[in-house]
């Protein structure tokens, strides 16, 4: 949509709550994320959540109850009723979603990077903003979807709330402020005997029962994904995308670091730190290779850690209160807590009202490439994302095209046509692709020849 006088220069909120017709916003997955989300967009007057996609609508609804939705919010029995009343329905069909007459954005869930491509497709389709929560799918094919976004003059854009476009945030201060982006990127909870723990042995990482575990609705799965290294993974390689810094030849370190390490630790080897080299992405871990804890952790935040370019900036850094390294030249400018789905609509509003995007991929630098997690034999299948087979390996994109890597976004249902010993990186030949999928001829796109 064209940008508004009131869109371009009052606040988000005074934006919306000014526009003539509502914003209305169709949100595929109502799992933790979404209903993240929910529990805040009523808060929002002039925007109108018009439909909810869920393939179990009814978990869909009990999400909504949980945060506090009026029943008669969600009843509506159509798209049409749905939105002259202004209220919002409920479906199982995320196409008949996004070809609803008078939506004006989508904002894609799922985590299933496959089918968050096909709906983001589908959505440029019908002329409609996308906001991907689904960095899966950003990871598989967001610089061709970001194009793709362009041609039809609509922005795709990462989530706020999620730590990609936090860090992204982050970034562009630092170059906007003139300052050499060193290192960006998150924490988490790392040690290496993660990368082989799978959904059956994840709680006892945690320190959770399964039984607790079920009770409470956790997905082993996802959880392991987070624990594996693989989310990190995917993440760091979309904030490469975003931002144009390159991952490093080995991928992510992990090093132990806390709040007041940063700027001595994440700045290159020969200056005294960690790094391969400057301009690049990297995770921290709030544990020590010992197991214990790392001092003022960053488990849940982001960080950026900038280079003064002359001595007089170094001077402001100290006169500031900005701790530095010992030569004074490297400091970091952090945030401790990323808050998910509650901060999401920073992007829908910058997105429907601004055609604005927070963190979109520019270029093609960061992969993520599917390794084993044990020795896998011809005919399994695939478990993907969080499973017992494979975990994903951030890399520098070409490398991992020149190397032929499958991407950690297709290594779900497909079966091996080889054996791969554990630790390997799979390669496209090891596995049986589905050669008509749409999703997999845009990752094609991206590829070299």
Same mark, same amino acid.
């Given at each position: 949509m064209p940008v508004?006088?009131?869109?371009?220069?009052?606040?988000?909120?005074?934006?919306?709550?000014?526009?003539?017709?509502?914003?209305?916003?169709?949100?595929?997955?109502?799992g933790k994320f979404g209903t993240m989300f929910l529990s805040q967009a009523r808060r929002l007057e002039g925007l109108h959540l018009l439909g909810i996609a869920d393939l179990m609508p009814e978990r869909a609804r009990?999400?909504?109850?949980?945060?506090?939705?009026?029943?008669?919010?969600?009843?509506?029995?159509?798209?049409?009723?749905?939105?002259?009343?202004?209220?919002?329905?409920?479906?199982?069909?995320?196409?008949?979603?996004?070809?609803?007459?008078?939506?004006?954005?989508i904002v894609e869930a799922t985590g299933n990077p496959l089918v968050g491509v096909r709906h983001a497709l589908q959505a440029f389709d019908h002329g409609l903003h996308v906001v991907n929560v689904n960095v899966e799918a950003d990871v598989l094919a967001g610089p061709a979807l970001a194009a793709r976004a362009a041609a039809v003059d609509r922005v795709y854009t990462l989530a706020y709330g999620d730590q990609p476009a936090?860090?992204?945030?982050?970034?562009?201060?630092a170059r906007v402020s003139g300052f050499e982006v060193v290192s960006a990127g998150k924490g988490t909870k790392y040690l290496p005997i993660y990368h082989t723990s799978t959904p059956e042995t994840v709680w006892d990482h945690y320190?959770?029962?399964?039984?607790?575990?079920?009770?409470?609705?956790?997905?082993?799965?996802?959880?392991?994904?987070?624990?594996?290294?693989?989310?990190?993974?995917?993440?760091?390689?979309?904030?490469?995308?975003?931002?144009g810094l390159t991952p490093q030849s080995a991928g992510l370190g992990f090093p132990p670091c806390g709040t007041d390490d940063l700027q001595r630790q994440l700045i290159p080897r020969a200056d005294g730190g /960690?790094?391969?080299? %400057?301009?690049?992405?990297? @995770?921290?871990? #709030?544990?020590?290779?010992? $197991?214990?804890p790392v001092p003022r952790d960053l488990r849940w935040g982001v960080? /950026?850690?900038?280079? %003064?370019?002359?001595?007089? @900036?170094?001077? #402001?850094?100290?006169?500031? $209160?900005?701790?530095?390294?010992?030569?004074?030249?490297?400091?970091?400018?952090?945030?401790?807590?990323?808050?998910?789905?509650?901060?999401?609509?920073?992007?829908?509003?910058?997105?429907?009202?601004?055609?604005?995007?927070?963190?979109?991929?520019?270029g093609f630098h960061g992969d993520v490439v599917a390794a084993a997690k044990r020795d896998l034999k011809p005919g399994e299948v695939l478990d993907g994302e969080g499973g017992s087979t494979v975990h994903g390996l951030l890399r520098p994109a070409a490398a991992a095209g020149t190397a032929g890597a499958l991407p950690m976004g297709l290594a779900h249902g497909l079966a091996l046509a080889r054996p791969v010993a554990a630790d390997c990186v799979l390669c496209y030949d090891d596995v049986q692709l589905d050669e008509s999928d749409p999703a997999l001829a845009l990752r094609r796109q991206m590829e070299p020849a």
């Open positions: 508004t006088a009131s869109a371009a220069t009052g606040t988000l909120t005074e934006a919306l709550a000014s526009r003539s017709t509502p914003l209305r916003v169709g949100l595929i997955g109502a009990a999400n909504l109850a949980q945060v506090d939705w009026p029943i008669e919010q969600y009843g509506a029995a159509s798209p049409a009723e749905a939105r002259d009343r202004g209220t919002t329905f409920v479906t199982d069909d995320a196409a008949a979603l996004i070809a609803t007459d008078g939506l004006d954005l936090l860090i992204c945030e982050l970034v562009e201060w320190g959770i029962d399964a039984e607790t575990a079920a009770r409470d609705g956790m997905n082993p799965q996802m959880f392991n994904s987070f624990l594996d290294g693989t989310k990190s993974a995917i993440e760091m390689a979309a904030v490469a995308n975003a931002t /960690v790094l391969e080299h %400057a301009g690049t992405v990297e @995770v921290i871990s #709030c544990l020590e290779r010992d $197991g214990s960080y /950026v850690v900038v280079a %003064a370019p002359n001595e007089y @900036v170094s001077r #402001c850094f100290a006169s500031y $209160g900005m701790p530095s390294d010992p030569s004074g030249r490297y400091a970091a400018m952090y945030r401790p807590y990323h808050l998910v789905g509650l901060e999401l609509a920073v992007s829908v509003l910058k997105a429907g009202l601004r055609s604005e995007a927070t963190g979109v991929a520019t």
